[in-house]
C-alpha cells in the first residue's frame, strides 16, 4: 500500500484525529480479545496445545526442504499443478497465465493475505481482468477502494453507517439503512450472482499437509467453498511456511487457530483440497517473496511460524488505537511489524518501533513467537543497518553521549530541572513530542545523586 | 535456475537443524459428556439439534418444518419419499435454487459441534454450501470429544474433498454484528439418529 513517506506515527496522527472512533476502534478490538480470552481459559490443555502447535512449527521449518519436496509429489499425485514463484511478481505472472490459458478475464477470490503481499489485484485490474473479493469484509474495503486494515476482520475500522452508504452507492441498497442483516442480505444475493457467473476462484491457504498432499481453507462465511466448488479452474496461493507434517497435525492447529482469532471453536468450514473434482483443474502456487530469507535470520525465522489469526493485532494496545492504515504494510499489527522490515528494510524500518513491547503478543500469540523481542531486535539492526529515522538517531545518539559522560550527565539534569521550573514554556509546546498528550512533570528539587550525596553525608 | 530449484536450494541452506516433532495429543479425560456438550455448541453457534430414534422421524419432521419450501434434495435413499427424485449429476450451479439439502455426516465432534463430511456424501462437493438450508444426520454414536479423536477417526482415509462443518454460514464482518446466512446455508439442522 501506497501511502506516500508517511511513517506509522504520521499515520497514527490522521486516524487520531477521531478520537471517539479511536475509543470505538479500540473497544471493538478487545472485545474480540475477552472472546479469545475466555475460548482459551475453557481448555485446561491450552498451554500444552500452543507449545505442540510451537514446536511442529519448528519442525517444519528445521525440514522445510523435505516436506517442500513431499508435498509437491503428493500433490501432484492428486492431479493438483504445483507452481513456484520467487516472489510477488512471478507469483502474479503465474496466476495471470493461468487464467490466460483458460480465456478467463472475470474472477471471484477469497480471503488471502498471500494475494495482499503481492498486490495481486492490482496487477491482474492493469491486465484487464476483473477480481471480485468475495469475503464480505474484503468486499467492503474492495468497494471503499482501500487495502483491509485487518487480517481476520478485514473493515474493523468501518462504521456500519460508512458500509451502508457505501451499499447504496454500489449495490442499491436503500439510502441511509445500515442495519447488518439488511446490508449482508444485500451481499449475499450481490456475490451469489457472482459465484454462479465466474469461472475462475481464487483461494488462500491455512494449511496444506505434506504427507498427503492437501491443503486446508477456513471459512466462516462458505465464500472459499462456493468460489473453488463452482469454478472450472482453483488456484490456491500459499506460502511456503504454511505446510504441516502430518494430516493429525491439523487437530492441533484447527483446535487453536479460530479460538485465538475471534473466540469461536472452530470456523464454519475447514475444508480439506486434496483432488480436483472431475472436469476442474486446481492450481497451487508455493510462493517464496522473501520467505528463504527469513528462514536464514536466526533471530526472526521464529515469525515464519505464523498462523494468521491476528491475536496479536487484537491485545496490541498500539494497533488498537492507531488502526490497521497506520502500518502501511499488508501485514499490520506486532506480527507485521516483524515481518515487514524482511522484505523492505528501509520502507519499514519504522513498523518495529511502533509498539510499547509490553509483550503482550508474545503472550497470546498461539504458535509462541517472541514477537516482542523480535521487535526489540529489529530496531538495533535497523539502527545498525543506518535506516533509523534520522531525528531518532541523533536524539538516541545525544542520550549516548550524555549517558556514557557522568559530568555532562549531571549538567544536563540540572539544567533539564532548571528549565521545567523557570521556563516551563520552552517545553510545554508543539516542538517537545513528549508534550503531546502528556503534562510535563513536576520538576523534582534535586537529583537522586544530590539527595544521596546529602543523606549520606548525614549518616 | 528455476524458481523452484532457486527456493529449494536457499531452504537447504537456510533452514535451521534438525527439531524433533513433539508427542501426539489426545483427548484430556474428564470433560462434559461429548453428546451433551455437542449439543449444547451446535446451539451456542447458530446450529438447531433434532434427536430421532428412526429415519420415519427425520422425513415426518422435514415434512412439517419445510412444508412451504419447494426444492428439498437428499444423498439419503431412506428420505426418497419427502424429497426430489433425479436431482443428481446435474451442473453444480443448478443447485442455486435449493432450499434444503439433507446429507449425511461421518462423524461430530463435541468440542466444536464440527461435523466430518466427505464429498462421496456430498453427492456433489456444492451442495452444502450452495443450498439455503442445510440438514445432517449423525449417529448419536458417532459423537467424538476432541479434534485429536476426529482425525484418528479419518486416519489415512482417502477422498479428494472433505469439510468439517460447524453450524450455518455466518459473518460478523460488519460492525462485529453475527449474522446468520453469509453465502451459504443460512441455517443447520442437526438430526442426532439413535
Sequence with gaps: ?459 | MTSREEILAKVKTNQPGPRPLPADLSTVPGGMDSLTQFKTVLTTIGGAVVEVTNFEEIAQYIQQEFKDKKRLISTLPELTSVTESGWENKDPHSYEDVDLAIIKAHFGVAENAALWITEDLMHQRAVPFICQQLAVVVNKADIVATMHDAYSKIGDAEYGFGSFIAGPSKTADIEQSLVLGAHGPKSMTVFLLG
Design chain 1, 1 to 459: 500500500m501506497s501511502t506516500g513517506a508517511k511513517d506509522h506515527a504520521q499515520l497514527s496522527d490522521i486516524f487520531n484525529k477521531d478520537e471517539a472512533r479511536v475509543d470505538w476502534h479500540d473497544e471493538t478490538l478487545w472485545f474480540v480479545r475477552a472472546k479469545r480470552d475466555k475460548a482459551a481459559h475453557s481448555l485446561p490443555e491450552w498451554e500444552t496445545l500452543r507449545e505442540t502447535a510451537s514446536q511442529i512449527k519448528d519442525n517444519v521449518l528445521s525440514n522445510l526442504h523435505e516436506y517442500l519436496l513431499q508435498f509437491e509429489a503428493n500433490a501432484e499425485k492428486n492431479g493438483i499443478k504445483v507452481h513456484w514463484a520467487a516472489n510477488g511478481e512471478e507469483h502474479n505472472k503465474i496466476v495471470h497465465s493461468i487464467l490466460k490459458e483458460n480465456g478467463v478475464n472475470r474472477i471471484v477470490k477469497s480471503k488471502s493475505m498471500l494475494t495482499e503481499e503481492c498486490h495481486l489485484n492490482d496487477y491482474l485490474h492493469k491486465n484487464d481482468i476483473e477480481v471480485i473479493d468475495t469475503d464480505l469484509g474484503e468486499r467492503i474495503v474492495q468497494l471503499a477502494e482501500e487495502p483491509p486494515s485487518h487480517i481476520v476482520l478485514p473493515c474493523i475500522h468501518k462504521k456500519k453507517e460508512e458500509i451502508g452508504e457505501l451499499f447504496h452507492k454500489h449495490l442499491g441498497t436503500l439510502e441511509g439503512a445500515s442495519d447488518p442483516v439488511y446490508l449482508t442480505a444485500a451481499a449475499r444475493d450481490h456475490l451469489r450472482e457472482k459465484f454462479i457467473t465466474r469461472k475462475a476462484a481464487i483461494t488462500g491457504v491455512n494449511f496444506a499437509v505434506a504427507e498427503t498432499g492437501e491443503f486446508v481453507v477456513c471459512t466462516n462465511e462458505g465464500n472459499a467453498d462456493m468460489g473453488a466448488h463452482l469454478a472450472d479452474v482453483h488456484i490456491a496461493c500459499m506460502g511456503i511456511e504454511k505446510l504441516l507434517p502430518l494430516r493429525k497435525h491439523l487437530s492441533v492447529f484447527l483446535r487453536i487457530l479460530t479460538r485465538s482469532a475471534t473466540g469461536q471453536p472452530i470456523t464454519t468450514y475447514s475444508s480439506h483440497f486434496k483432488k480436483p473434482r472431475p472436469g476442474q483443474t486446481m492450481h497451487i502456487v508455493l510462493v517464496d517473496n522473501g520467505r528463504t530469507t527469513q528462514l536464514g535470520r536466526k533471530d526472526f525465522r521464529n515469525s515464519l511460524k505464523c498462523i494468521r489469526c491476528a491475536a496479536c493485532m487484537n491485545t496490541c494496545p498500539v494497533y488498537r488505537r492507531s488502526g490497521g492504515h497506520s502500518y502501511h504494510t499488508a501485514i499490520a499489527g506486532p506480527i507485521g511489524s516483524i515481518l515487514a522490515p524482511n522484505l523492505d528494510m528501509k520502507n519499514y524500518a519504522d513498523l518495529p518501533f511502533a509498539s510499547t513491547l509490553c509483550g503482550s503478543c508474545s503472550n497470546v500469540c498461539p504458535v509462541k513467537i517472541n514477537i516482542h523481542e523480535q521487535l526489540y531486535k529489529w530496531r538495533q539492526v535497523i539502527v545498525k543497518e543506518g535506516y533509523a529515522d534520522p531525528k531518532k538517531a541523533l536524539a538516541m545518539k545525544a542520550m549516548d553521549f550524555t549517558l556514557s559522560n557522568p559530568t555532562i550527565y549531571k549538567f544536563a539534569g540540572k539544567a533539564g530541572r532548571f528549565v521545567l521550573k523557570h521556563a516551563p514554556f520552552t517545553v510545554n509546546n508543539k516542538l517537545n513530542l513528549w508534550y503531546k498528550h502528556r503534562e510535563m512533570p513536576e520538576p523534582p528539587k534535586q537529583s537522586f545523586g544530590e539527595w544521596y550525596k546529602q543523606n549520606n553525608k548525614n549518616d
